[in-house]
């Protein structure tokens, strides 16, 4: 299962950033999916959160039943693809400029 999560974060981000070269539509796929994933992800943790004030039960191990959400995981996993998935475009699109200079002195 580790072998299989991280491959999966290797090879999605990828795939997504192929796809996207290929036909632009998917750009706007992906960021959709992104806007609504996170959408989800913050209702779901703040409706967990204000579900365990009201009922002040203030323990660590209640706020955790949200890891049970599958849509939670889902979400969050899209999230986290999508994250890597926007570095990867943002790190090729720039063509791998530095902006580090070592001939310039700091005043």
């Known amino acids: 299962m580790i072998i299989f999560l991280v491959l999966a974060s290797i090879v999605f981000p990828l795939s997504m950033f192929i796809l996207q070269k290929f036909w632009m539509k998917f750009r706007l796929i992906f960021n959709i999916g992104a806007i609504i994933s996170t959408l989800i992800f913050g209702n779901i ?16 191990t209640n706020i955790h039943a949200v890891f049970l959400n599958p849509f939670f995981l889902f979400t969050g996993a899209y999230i986290g693809i999508y994250i890597l998935y926007q570095l990867l475009v943002l790190t090729i699109s720039l063509g791998f400029i530095s902006t580090y200079n070592p001939d310039k002195k700091e005043s």
């Open 45 to 60: 943790a703040s409706l967990s959160i204000l579900e365990i004030i009201k009922n002040k039960s203030v323990f660590m």
